[in-house]
Nanobody, 119 residues
Framework: VQLQASGGGLVQAGGSLRLSCVAS???????????MGWSRQAPGKERELVASITSGGSSDVADSVKGRFAITRDNAKNTVYLEMNGLKSEDAGTYYC???????????WGEGTLVTVSS
């Protein structure tokens, strides 16, 4: 399984960014269930789950970003998106795309993409 994240960058507080993650591998074949997600890690802090979405489209976001962030996916493109609006300084960090295979309990991680929020 390979996950390629992109879309990070420098944005002013209050601004928006859209992260994308293109996935490939055996867990993304037709009719296979999986859960894709976005986590973030700020310097000196633990990685935290920001949002997740199942292959069926059920999604969830962390309380800290509820109302500002949205996660979507395009199964035809094996791509998951994280739309981030109203960015705050505390949203800064490295964002990681993940994929979970419930059949094997394996979690896969992609390389992160850096989000910097200037005040």
């Amino acid at each position: 399984v390979q996950l390629q994240a992109s879309g990070g960058g420098l944005v002013q507080a209050g601004g928006s960014l859209r992260l994308s993650c293109v996935a490939s591998g055996s867990i993304f074949t037709v009719n296979k269930k999986n859960v894709m997600g976005w986590s973030r890690q700020a310097p000196g802090k633990e990685r935290e789950l920001v949002a997740s979405i199942t292959s069926g489209g059920s999604s969830d976001v962390a309380d800290s970003v509820k109302g500002r962030f949205a996660i979507t996916r395009d199964n035809a493109k094996n791509t998951v998106y994280l739309e981030m609006n109203g960015l705050k300084s505390e949203d800064a960090g490295t964002y990681y795309c993940s994929a979970y295979d419930p059949a094997t309990s394996m979690m896969y991680w992609g390389e992160g993409t850096l989000v910097t929020v200037s005040s």
